[in-house]
């Protein structure tokens, strides 16, 4: 298993500001993923964070919004830009130790609030 | 992913087994059943996985039928701790991407 850490908790933002979420693994892992859980609904899944490389995105998530970096196997950073209102959601990193990359641990969650 | 389908609630005593049903029809052969859950205001929490045989860990046990059509989650002595969001996702890929649907709410009432 694996332990993750996020920074902030929580964070209450002017429009058009960015933030910078912070995750933190415990153990070096492959794959570390990032989500959105907007108010009420379930997790939708933004990129993969890929070290050494570029983040993969899922359909409807581009970099310019959401730039992710990945400097080493334990730590990843994901920056929510020029945020609006709706950017108000949850955000959460989750890491994969081992080969399986379905088998994935999650942190406790950043909730954003975009004012 | 292969689609699942699970009740939108259900409910148990605490102290009583709860059983999750997960229907997911369209399986392939080489796709794994995994199950998490989400309590309120935490990340979700990997629970069990399994392939074809039966699996138990000291969380929940993972009964899948033989066609591979329909698992069920199994809390054995569910507490109030375990009200939570229980998804069933069939991941695919190469890099098996998980994708939350609604999920099963469980309420343990007293």
């Known amino acids: 298993s694996a332990v993750i850490s996020q920074k902030p908790s929580r964070d209450i933002c002017q429009r058009g500001t960015s933030l910078t979420i912070q995750c933190q693994v415990d153990?070096?892992?492959?794959?570390m993923f990032w989500y959105r859980q907007q108010p009420g609904q379930s997790l939708t899944l933004i990129a993969t964070?890929?070290?050494?490389?570029?983040?993969?995105?899922e359909s409807g998530f581009v970099i310019d919004k959401f730039p992710i970096s990945r400097p080493n196997l334990t730590f990843s950073t994901l920056t929510v830009s020029n945020m609006s209102p709706e950017d108000s959601s949850i955000y959460l990193c989750?890491?994969?130790?081992?080969?399986?990359?379905?088998?994935?641990?999650f942190g406790p969650g950043t909730r954003l609030t975009v004012l | 992913d292969a689609k699942t389908t699970q009740p939108t609630s259900m409910d148990c005593a605490e102290g009583r087994a709860a059983n999750l049903p997960c229907n997911h029809s369209?399986?392939?052969?080489?796709?794994?059943v995994y199950w998490y859950r989400q309590i309120h205001s935490q990340g979700p929490q990997y629970i069990i996985h399994?392939?074809?045989n039966n699996e138990t860990n000291e969380m929940a046990s993972l009964i899948i039928t033989e066609d591979r059509k329909s698992s069920t989650l199994i809390l054995p002595h569910a507490t109030l701790r375990d009200t939570a969001v229980y998804y069933c996702?069939?991941?695919?890929?190469?890099?098996?991407?998980?994708?939350f649907g609604k999920g099963i709410t469980l309420s343990v009432r007293p």
């Open positions: 989750s890491a994969s130790p081992g080969g399986r990359t379905d088998t994935q641990y």
């Open positions: 399994g392939l074809k």
């Open positions: 996702i069939v991941p695919t890929g190469a890099n098996s991407k998980l994708t």
């Open positions: 369209t399986i392939s052969g080489n796709e794994y």
């Open positions: 153990s070096q892992v492959t794959m």
């Open positions: 964070a890929n070290q050494g490389s570029e983040a993969t995105y």
